[in-house]
């Protein structure tokens, strides 16, 4: 399944990244959580010798799907080398859009302490110069990756950004990095109202964006559809065209500023 799931990885951004390569690194321990298991991934870099800043990309509850492979494109073509690990497959799963306590996002800050020590070692990585981004599950993970507590600051990672992350009273304390959350009105996956009620401790860290009229997944190109969630519920899933390039604009913004300035 990995291997035919790699080769579908590989494709969309091979034809345009002047290098894509499988690489393995170790989750690491953070905090209060323990090292998760050896990773695959993949590294891709933009043309020419750098060296690049990166962003590491963290998928959804749904694992390494096209619209990954959408996202990885993106960066590359705005010049930042990607790390995509996957955090599902060691850990013997595809999927945790029904079982979301199989792998939680907290166990995922582990894998992206891993990916941020990786990228310490890649002389095509400029030192210091890295972020994160996740959507849905993987914008949860960047939620959390931004606290204190995890200290992902020292393994050098500069902020994040989490499109419709599930916003736990939890972040209102410990946040230390900078973070954008993007988040649709109409998202009965992951509340956007939860994110209204939050009150950070240091507001001037977070900035929330919501697009009243956008569904959960607002930003992926695919057809409007129902899909099974935990507990037995079913959450409606939709591409918003003006949410999505606003989102893609406010995320091309918020990391020029942070990484390349």
Known sequence: MWRLLAIAFLLPWAAGAAHAETVHFASVAVGTMPAGPQLSGWLIKPPGPGPFPAIVLAHSCAGVTPHTDAWGARFVKWGYLVLAPDSFNSRGTNAVCTTPNVVTPNMRVS??????????????????????????????????????????????????????????????????????????????????????????????????????????????????????????????????????????????IFFDKLLKQ
């Open 111 to 252: 894998d992206v302490a891993g990916a941020l020590d990786f990228l310490a070692t890649r002389p095509e990585v400029i030192a210091g110069r890295i972020g994160l981004i996740g959507h849905s599950h993987g914008g949860s993970t960047t939620l959390r990756s931004m606290q204190k507590s995890f200290d992902l600051k020292a393994h050098g990672l500069r902020g994040g950004v989490a499109y419709y992350p599930g916003c736990a009273p939890a972040f209102n304390a410990g946040i230390d990095l900078p973070v954008l959350v993007l988040i649709g009105d109409k998202d009965d996956w992951t509340s956007a109202d939860a994110c209204r009620r939050l009150k950070p401790d240091r507001p001037e860290l977070v900035e929330i964006v919501y697009y009243p009229n956008a569904y959960h997944s607002f930003d992926s190109r695919a057809i409007d559809r129902n899909v099974p969630g935990a507990y037995g519920k079913t959450h409606h899933l939709a591409y918003d065209p003006v949410a999505a390039l606003d989102a893609e604009a406010r995320t091309r």
